[in-house]
């Protein structure tokens, strides 16, 4: 099992920032990927970014250039600096981490961001 957990989340005015963390313990070693998705209320979870083993990073259109993921090699910590924030990225964010087995997911940590 991978216990995974967010902090971070807030209130902040639009073009503000914030800075999510992400731990993730337990059977870690099988662990390819982590991951941040969100959901708006009254919409589906989606896709936001994505950071590999490897370094690799995937982000969704809506956040390029905004956002960026980064990790912490020695713990397995996955950080999301989120800049210029805009109402629209008012949303839980979720973290997860994929590995071989399965997919893990934190509780989630809300951000506001008030026009």
């Known amino acids: 099992q991978v216990r995974v957990e967010e902090s971070g989340g807030g209130l902040v005015q639009t073009g503000g920032s914030l800075r999510l963390s992400c731990a993730a313990s337990?059977?870690?070693?099988?662990?390819?990927?982590m991951g941040w998705f969100r959901q708006a209320p009254g919409k589906e979870r989606e896709f936001v970014a994505r950071?590999?083993?490897?370094?690799?990073?995937d982000y969704a259109d809506s956040v390029k250039g905004r956002f960026s993921i980064s990790k912490n090699k020695y713990n397995n910590a996955v950080y999301l600096q989120m800049n210029s924030l805009k109402p629209e990225d008012t949303a839980i964010y979720y973290c997860?981490?994929?590995?071989?087995?399965?997919?893990?997911w934190g509780q989630g940590t809300q951000v506001t961001v008030s026009s």
């Open positions: 997860n981490a994929v590995s071989h087995i399965s997919t893990y």
């Open positions: 337990g059977r870690t070693f099988s662990m390819y990927a």
């Open positions: 950071i590999r083993v490897n370094g690799l990073t």
